[in-house]
């Protein structure tokens, strides 16, 4: 995995053409390009890493924008020199934000972004579709986490990722995919929601770490499981 900083004078002109009319709107001074070898797990983790980054960068009261499958793959590769083993997987542009104008909200609201599932709809107790229990959805510390990781962006902000709860594991999934030459981006934004999970988590001292696995989902057989998360300490005892 690769992270590339280039200025709009090395990268703009090709990122506005390769974004088309979206690519018009950005008016940045640089942007950082994601490109990873293919190899398992590596959207995933390409996820889990940008994100780090995108919050780093909010931090620091820098903009940034998740851009994923709105550029050809082929043409980023080109102005990055990469060879066809690479695969560009996500960029943004990063610098001050300008204040707010018609365009910018119109875009937030054509994407939903400041829209969100609730948490009923994509955590559970044990096993798919389960509610969690009035101690978890009660406790602060657990309940911090949850909101934190419900708040992660995804494309078109589908939040496509499902978490089960359970002992002193949390199973992170999902039911659909999200195609784009030949990389599934709903495996993306699982690695995002991941990040927030263990930021969050690591923040109030509930100390854990991501496995990517392969295991079954307890009453979802033909959902897709993507990583599992373990604390240190039981869940249950926590709460």
């Known amino acids: 995995m690769q992270f590339y900083l280039r200025s709009d004078e090395q990268l703009g002109r090709e990122v506005k053409g390769i974004l088309g009319d979206y ?7 640089h942007y950082i390009v994601l490109a990873a070898r293919e190899t398992e797990g590596y959207l995933i983790d390409a996820g889990f890493r940008f994100e780090q980054m995108i919050l780093e960068a909010t931090r620091r009261e820098l903009g940034t924008c998740w851009i994923g499958e709105m550029f050809k793959e082929g043409s ?38 400041s829209k969100r599932k ?11 579709g389960m ?8 406790h602060d510390k657990i309940g911090r986490i949850l909101e934190a990781t419900r708040w992660a962006p995804s494309w078109h902000n589908k939040q496509p990722w499902k978490f089960i709860l359970m002992g002193k594991e949390v199973l992170v999934y999902k039911e659909a995919r ?35 696995a392969r295991f079954e989902i307890p009453g979802a057989p033909g959902a897709e499981p993507v990583g599992r998360y373990v604390f240190e300490s039981n869940l249950i005892a926590e709460s």
């Open 23 to 29: 690519g018009r709107l950005i008016h940045a001074p």
């Open 76 to 113: 980023m590769r080109l102005a990055l020199n990469l060879g066809n083993d690479w695969r560009v997987v996500a960029l943004t542009p990063i610098g001050r934000t300008a204040e707010q104008g018609v365009i910018h909200r119109t875009v937030r609201i054509v994407v939903r972004s």
């Open 131 to 138: 509610a969690l229990p009035a101690n978890i959805l009660g």
């Open 178 to 212: 999200q195609m784009k030459e030949g990389k599934d981006y709903h495996l993306l934004d699982c690695g995002i929601a991941m990040a927030h999970l263990h930021l969050a988590a690591k923040a109030l001292d509930m100390r854990g770490r991501w496995e990517i």
């Open 118 to 128: 609730p948490v009923d709809q994509m955590f559970f107790w044990e096993r798919h």
